[in-house]
């Protein structure tokens, strides 16, 4: 029997289970509220379930950006 699902693709967007700062959340794995939350990822505190911070990130080829003039070499 075939089956009538595309195969799961990383980049499609879709749902995605996130932790969002100033909500209440719940885990889903054991479905409580207390969590540890880090820089990137929040980790329930009973189950050890991890998710990712679901808020703006800055990541990629412009994270930095000069305000100088062009060709003018940085000081260092």
Same mark, same amino acid.
Request: aromatic fraction near 8%; charged fraction near 15%.
């Given at each position: 029997?075939?089956?009538?699902?595309?195969?799961?693709?990383? %980049?499609? !967007? &879709?749902? =995605? $289970?996130?932790?969002?700062? +100033?909500?209440?959340?719940?885990? !889903? +794995?054991?479905? =409580?509220?207390?969590? *540890?939350?880090?820089?990137?990822?929040?980790?329930? #505190?009973?189950? &050890?379930? #991890? $998710?990712?911070? +679901?808020?703006? =990130?800055?990541? &990629? +080829? %412009? *994270?930095? =950006?000069?305000? &100088?003039?062009? %060709?003018?070499?940085? #000081?260092?």
């Amino acid at each position: 029997m075939q089956s009538d699902t595309l195969p799961f693709t990383a %980049g499609t !967007p &879709g749902y =995605r $289970l996130a932790y969002h700062l +100033g909500e209440d959340n719940h885990c !889903p +794995g054991c479905d =409580r509220s207390h969590w *540890l939350v880090g820089r990137m990822t929040a980790e329930c #505190a009973y189950c &050890g379930t #991890a $998710l990712p911070i +679901g808020v703006g =990130r800055t990541a &990629g +080829g %412009g *994270l930095f =950006r000069s305000q &100088g003039k062009p %060709g003018v070499p940085l #000081a260092a």
